[in-house]
């Protein structure tokens, strides 16, 4: 453990500042580019992102990647599925095809990174699986720095990380654990550090943030297995084993005796983590102080007493950020229009690895501390009208009357037919659309101009929902550039950037918007559309509101106070806007919370008290509708058994949930709880381009009445159809609708 690690960062966005991996990645998707000019992209995005680190001590690469670092790491370790490899496609064409499938075949499935909103690829493992490092994406990075003139510290996520995140193949048997594959896995990780040595590789960085969540005695056995394998190679780098959103818990003890040179600590999200510090005594601790995944500057005061608190213990410190960056826009310093009060308090990636480098010179390098002066975060200013109003908030505001009250009330207003049939609330976001909001924000077209091309898209929605034969109709969000930014924009307390864009998943991307003070809404946000979209039909259409966890979870958030009394301003905002839509003669209104599930917290006993504060906001935003309006909600991305309680806590008339991908399983698990309001399992995934068959639909729907009584069941898609084109869409709603008139004729 001769070489330090000094000042570093644990990842870097890898998109460009202009988004420039998601337009070259799309261009040869779309055969606009070729391969040669793909990589030439990629190639330069490596270089500017290693040259924007090279003033810290140890520079991480292989942090870039086309698409996502668990695909990467599956395709080094040759995890390609046969229906992929069978394509006979090229390496480059072989991996898209993992990530978004072909015509002919599916993709591997996506899901969320940890409680982030960016998205990983589930990698496919089963007992035939053979690891082989057939790639070598990892060394091929290290060379290209090197050839550059920087000496880098790869980055691969861990060995037992991978299998954690890994699902069964379908073939695989009952009962088969992907963690039983973990021998042949550390075999061909300790060929890779050989070959990272061989090459003069320093250190690895191998990041472990399964740990971070409650996890078996089995699986720290792994963790132990695999780390000890791994420090006892005779010829390899030294290890960072890198774990972050949280605190290692029991995998601290068990990292500590192991043989490896160094350990991340995430002393934002769990800086209680200090306390324990000194089990690593006789190890580099890799200080997490500067946070990764928000962008609030760091008050570097309190970061450096911190790191003096480790020196203490005789471990040696390294300073770094909690977590990678890519979950934060690249650069603050090109953003034109942010408020100066604002701006002051904020440090994006750039700028965030400049605190790093401030830290470490001053308490590694000795340097004056004088050079963190002049930091502090800053605080949000105060609006005591949003305060004194949620002062007065009690329990009935966030109960409305027993469902079955409800349930009558909205029967005689609403007279909708059992099983009747809607959407999720967006349609196709055409080019066109976007052009014309891209036409707004160059002065091409002037707002009047906007609202008419938006006004006739929402009739043209309706006149297809019609001709369809939907039952609830929606005014299909083409105003929308996101279901959170366009809120966002809408509500004072928000800040927004211009090229703060994030990565979500592959080439799609998100600008969240910066929640920085009180918040409150200035005037209805939506209420507009609904109406004129009411104005063009005799049948209810659903007014479509994003919900307060959703809003808070995709967007930056002040953490100057509990997230539950953020959410809850957010829910009062909200809950005037219920009413508004209400007063234009609105009965449906639909409250998405399509992010309930992803901000679980990582740890079992954090839980509850989320899922309270979670579920009261919800239940303080829809609180006030009369029992005659119809309240739904809408929760997307599976795994709901964690959450099923909560669901049913939030007391919606009707819930739509994604469902078509696992085979109607929720309907039962939500029975079993006794939850007894109106469900619209969804029937037609909507992330995939096949368009559902008529019968395949009504088979679905069969199903589903045998664990909910038709009267109460609905029939939709999984989820908003943004994403997909007219083409598959007409289709698969009109597929639905003959299915749900099928069905409804054979109970
Ligand atoms: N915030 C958020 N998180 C979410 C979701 C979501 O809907 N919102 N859904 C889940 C999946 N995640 C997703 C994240 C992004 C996108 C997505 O499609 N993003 C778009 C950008 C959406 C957007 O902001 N659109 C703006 C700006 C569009 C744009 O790029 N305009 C062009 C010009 C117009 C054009 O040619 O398209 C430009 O600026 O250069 C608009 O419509 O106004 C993209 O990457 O392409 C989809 C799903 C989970 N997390
Ligand atoms: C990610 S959930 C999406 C819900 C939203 N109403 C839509 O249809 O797009
Ligand atoms: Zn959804």
Known sequence: MNVPIGSTVLGYPRIGGRRELKRAVERYWSGRLDEAGLYDVAAGLRAQAWRELSGLDSVPSNTFSYYDQVLDIAVLFDVIPARHRD?????????????????????????KWFDTNYHYLVPEVGPETRFALTGDKPVAEYREAASLGIKTRPVLVGPVTFL??????ADAP?????????????EQYAELLETLRAAGVEWVQLDEPAFVADRTPDELAALQDAYYRLANLSDRPNILVAGYFGDWGEALPVLAESSVEAVSLDLVAAPEAIERVALLRDKIVVAGLVEGRNVWRTDLHRAAELGARITDTGAALAVSTSCSL??????LDVETDLAPEVRSRLAFAKQKVDEVVRLGRVLLGGESADLLSGTAAGTAPRDEAVRARLAEVTPEHRTRVPYPDRADAQESRLRLPALATTTIGSFPQTGAVRQARADLRTGAIDEAGYEQRMREEVERVIRLQEEIGLDVLVHGEPERNDMVQYFAERLDGFAHTELGWVQSYGSRCVRPPILHSDLSRPAPMTVRWAEHAQSLTPKPVKGMLTGPVTILAWSFVRTDQPLADTADQVALALRDEVADLEAAGIGIIQVDEPALRETLPLRERDRKAYLDWAVGAFRLATGGA????????????????????????LDADVTTIEAARSRMEILADLAAIGYARGVGPGVYDIHSPRVPGTDEVAGLLTEATKAVPVTRLWANPDCGLKTRGYAEVEPALRNLVSAAIRVRGQV
């Open 87 to 111: 394509l006979g496609l090229n390496a480059l064409d072989t991996y898209f095809a993992m990530a978004r499938g072909t015509d002919e075949v599916t993709p591997l499935e996506m899901t």
């Open 164 to 169: 954690l995140l890994a699902k069964p193949s």
């Open 174 to 186: 009952a009962g088969f654990a992907p963690l039983s594959l973990l021998d042949g896995l550390v």
């Open 326 to 331: 890519l979950h934060v826009p690249l650069d």
């Open 626 to 649: 009369a029992p005659w309006t119809q309240v739904h909600t809408h929760l997307c991305y599976s795994e709901f058994g964690d959450v099923i309680h909560a669901i049913d806590g």
